[in-house]
C-alpha cells in the first residue's frame, strides 16, 4: 500500500530555532507540493515541485522557509528561524504529471508544528 | 483567480439523516473540481472528483456531488449518514487542463453525525 510518509509527526521547537520537515512521496510520483494547514487560513499552498524542480512557492515565505528536494525520494521544508506564527500542520502531497489532463495529489498524514 | 467558498462550517446531523455539504467556486475557465475528506489527524483524502462529462459524479463511502455549472456549486450529498463519517470536508478547484495545475481549497466544513 503505498503512501506518502513525513517526519516527524509532531514537533515542539522553541522560536528562533531551525526546524525540518521531510517528506517521501509515493515511488515513481513525479510531483511534491507542501501545504500549512491553520486553523484562520484553512489550506494554503506553500511549494510546488515537479521533477524535483520548484515550479510555484509563491506562497511561501522567503526569509525564512526554503524548500528542496534533494533526490526523487526526499523533499524537505525547513523553517529558520522558527516563530510561534509558523505553528501549524504542514502536509505533503506527492503525484503523478503527465503535463496535461488531471493528476491526481496523495496526501502524507502531516507533521504538528508547534513554536513556543 | 479560482476561488472556493464553503458556506457552513460545522453541520451537526443526526444518524442516518440525509446531508448535503455546500461549496460554491468562482472561475473564469473550465475547471476540475473535488471533494476532500479530512479525518482526526490524518492527512487529506480523495472523495470524489468531476473532471468532465456526467454532472453527478459518485465518490467513495456512498458520497456523492452534482456539478452546476450555471449555478458555480459542486454541493457534496450523501442520503444517509453513518457516525464514521464524521470528519471535516474541504471542496477544491483546480484550473487548467495540464501542466502546472494549482489546486485551492475552501476553508472546509466539520460534518458531526449524532448517534
Known amino acids: 500500500d503505498a503512501r506518502v510518509t513525513q517526519t516527524p509527526r509532531h514537533k515542539v521547537t522553541e522560536m528562533g530555532q531551525e526546524v525540518t520537515m521531510r517528506c517521501q512521496p509515493i515511488?515513481?510520483?513525479?510531483?511534491v507540493f507542501w501545504y500549512r494547514q491553520t486553523m484562520m487560513q484553512g489550506l494554503e499552498l506553500l511549494a510546488y515541485?515537479?521533477?524535483?524542480?520548484?515550479?510555484?512557492d509563491s506562497g511561501m515565505p522567503k526569509d525564512r522557509f526554503s524548500a528542496e528536494m534533494p533526490d526523487a525520494t526526499l523533499a524537505t521544508l525547513k523553517i529558520q528561524p522558527s516563530e510561534p506564527r509558523d505553528s501549524a500542520v504542514y502536509f505533503c502531497a506527492s503525484g503523478r504529471s503527465s503535463g496535461r489532463g488531471y493528476n491526481e495529489q496523495f496526501f502524507g498524514p502531516g507533521t504538528r508544528l508547534t513554536v513556543l | 483567480a479560482q476561488s472556493v467558498t464553503q458556506l457552513d462550517s460545522q453541520v451537526p446531523v443526526f444518524e442516518e439523516a440525509p446531508v448535503e455539504l455546500r461549496c460554491n467556486y468562482s472561475s473564469s475557465v473550465s475547471v476540475y473540481l473535488f471533494w476532500y475528506v479530512q479525518y482526526p489527524n490524518q492527512g487529506l483524502q480523495l472523495l470524489l472528483k468531476?473532471?468532465?462529462?456526467?454532472?453527478l459524479v459518485k465518490g467513495i463511502n456512498g458520497f456523492e456531488a452534482e456539478f452546476n455549472k450555471s449555478q458555480t456549486s459542486f454541493h457534496l450529498r450523501k442520503p444517509s449518514v453513518h457516525i464514521s463519517d464524521t470528519a471535516e470536508y474541504f471542496c477544491a478547484v483546480t484550473e487548467g487542463s495540464g501542466g502546472y495545475q494549482k489546486v485551492t481549497f475552501g476553508i472546509g466544513t466539520k460534518l458531526q453525525v449524532i448517534p
Open positions: 515511488l515513481g510520483h513525479n510531483t
Open positions: 515541485f515537479r521533477n524535483r524542480a520548484p515550479l510555484d
Open positions: 468531476y473532471l468532465s462529462g456526467s454532472t
